[in-house]
């Protein structure tokens, strides 16, 4: 299994990113999958959950209404839109397999990308 986060950088507030995770060794389409991320000096925290078709979206109340997670099954790629960036954004961001419920049990998340939010 391997998940292979990218996208992140350094953003202005209000500004935009967006996060891919590349996943391979397993079947993709039949996972739900999950982002979540690490503040410094914070535990994991999770952000947004989707299911095996991309129907179903849930998202942490921190980031409604400002991240987009999707996912293309053909590309066995997981995407998080970030719009309206906070300073409080700040985080290494992990892509999880599992949903909201499940992905910390399953514990398979990469290695990260770094989101940094700063004027």
């Not at 999958?33 to 690490?38: L, P, S």
């Not at 959950?49 to 980031?63: L, M, Q, R, W």
């Not at 066995?76 to 999880?96: R, V």
Request: net charge positive; hydrophobic share 35%; with cysteine.
């Amino acid at each position: 299994v391997q998940l292979v986060e990218s996208g992140g950088g350094l953003a202005q507030p209000g500004g935009s990113l967006r996060l891919s995770c590349a996943a391979s060794g397993f079947f993709f389409r039949s996972e739900a999958m999950t982002w979540a991320r690490q503040a410094p000096g914070k535990g994991l925290e999770w952000v947004s959950s989707i299911s095996t078709d991309g129907s179903i979206t849930v998202y942490a109340d921190s980031v409604k209404g400002r991240f987009t997670i999707s996912r293309d099954n053909a590309k066995n790629t997981l995407y998080l839109q970030m719009n309206s960036l906070k300073f409080e954004d700040t985080a290494l961001y992990y892509c999880a397999r599992g949903g909201v419920t499940t992905w910390r049990e399953i514990g398979s998340w990469g290695q990260g990308t770094q989101v940094t939010v700063s004027s």
